[in-house]
């Protein structure tokens, strides 16, 4: 397994960190464009709960973040501008544009990282990401989630699963490099079609991959749907299996960005094992021998 720390000290001579900020955009299935609500699963802060906001510019918002991590870091760290909120390519070419310039242009930043999805990659929006990758790494993330269009519907996804290999193709074709986003134990799954997923998206050529649990949200509809005991969530060791299953999937070469991910405790209702970041990581470390 390769593990994002070693592909980035590999590639920049260093550890990375990134800087999480936050756009003023939102998603075609929030605005009801293609849908309303969103993907069920996310909260109104657009799964950015961690992003610096109101900052009067994407250089203020690179700077505070850096400082949260600052004294962790260390002098000779290096960082990523992550735009991750929402989907950071729902706009006008014009303006990510200027914030992808701002961003690359801050001393601090090495790579630029934009979390977006597959159907929100327009002509101009891949000229845009072209010309940025040509000056600095770009690294492109893109919410699968499920290769399953049945599950798509049921977490309000909404678009079409071909749709992610048509991005991955278009985004390997400019320079820039594709990091997948998949999610186990979503509503009605079967362990078969959570590794399914993987395999699609290494078949379709991703670069790199995120793997989180499902978790609960206040404020989501899928709260509700657990609330009402329509949906439950994967256990930590039936968690770990899972993944452990699916990394014997991974092509040489796939990097690792994540194993698992964490809400913010004030919203999390469950699985709750996801709120004790370091009791995971400590089981994570055990169980995978990093």
Do not use: Q, W
């Given at each position: 397994m390769i593990t994002a720390n070693q592909y980035?000290?590999?590639?920049?001579?260093?550890?990375?960190?990134?800087?999480?900020?936050?756009l003023n955009?939102?998603?075609?299935?929030?605005?009801?464009?293609?849908?309303?609500?969103?993907?069920?699963?996310?909260?109104?802060?657009?799964s950015g709960e961690f992003a610096v906001r109101e900052a009067p510019c994407v250089t203020v918002q690179i700077d505070r973040a850096i400082a949260r991590v600052a004294n962790k870091a260390g002098h000779n760290a290096g960082y990523i501008a992550y735009f991750q909120s929402n989907t950071n390519t729902y706009c006008e070419p014009a303006y990510l544009r200027?914030?992808?310039?701002?961003?690359?242009?801050?001393?601090?930043?090495?790579?630029?990282?934009?979390?977006?999805?597959?159907?929100?990659?327009?002509?101009?929006?891949?000229?845009?990401?072209?010309?940025?990758?040509?000056g600095i790494p770009l690294f492109v993330e893109l919410g699968l989630q499920?290769?399953?269009?049945?599950?798509?519907?049921?977490?309000?996804?909404?678009?079409?699963?071909?749709?992610?290999?048509?991005?991955?193709?278009?985004?390997?074709?400019?320079?820039?490099?594709?990091?997948?986003?998949?999610?186990?134990?979503?509503?009605?799954?079967?362990e078969e079609q959570m590794l399914s997923t993987v395999s699609y998206a290494c078949d379709c050529g991703t670069d790199g991959i995120k793997f989180t649990c499902l978790y609960v949200l206040e404020g989501t509809e899928l709260a509700k749907l657990w609330k009402a005991g329509s949906v439950a969530v994967l256990e930590r060791e039936e968690y770990f299996e899972i993944v452990a299953k699916a990394l014997a999937l991974l092509p040489p070469g796939v990097v690792v960005h994540r194993l698992t991910g964490d809400g913010p405790k004030s919203l999390l209702l469950a699985p709750l094992w996801t709120a004790n970041k370091r009791e995971v990581v400590n089981y994570i470390n055990r169980r995978f021998r990093l």
């Open positions: 980035y000290k590999d590639r920049f001579g260093h550890k990375m960190y990134k800087a999480s900020i936050s955009v939102t998603c075609p299935n929030r605005d009801g464009t293609k849908g309303t609500g969103g993907c069920i699963f996310c909260s109104a802060g657009g200027n914030v992808l310039k701002e961003a690359s242009m801050h001393p601090k930043v090495e790579a630029l990282s934009v979390a977006t999805r597959p159907d929100c990659l327009s002509d101009g929006i891949i000229e845009v990401l072209a010309d940025c990758a040509r499920t290769s399953s269009d049945r599950t798509a519907s049921v977490i309000n996804r909404c678009y079409a699963t071909s749709i992610y290999g048509e991005a991955v193709e278009r985004l390997h074709s400019i320079g820039a490099n594709v990091i997948t986003h998949v999610i186990f134990g979503l509503p009605g799954e079967t």
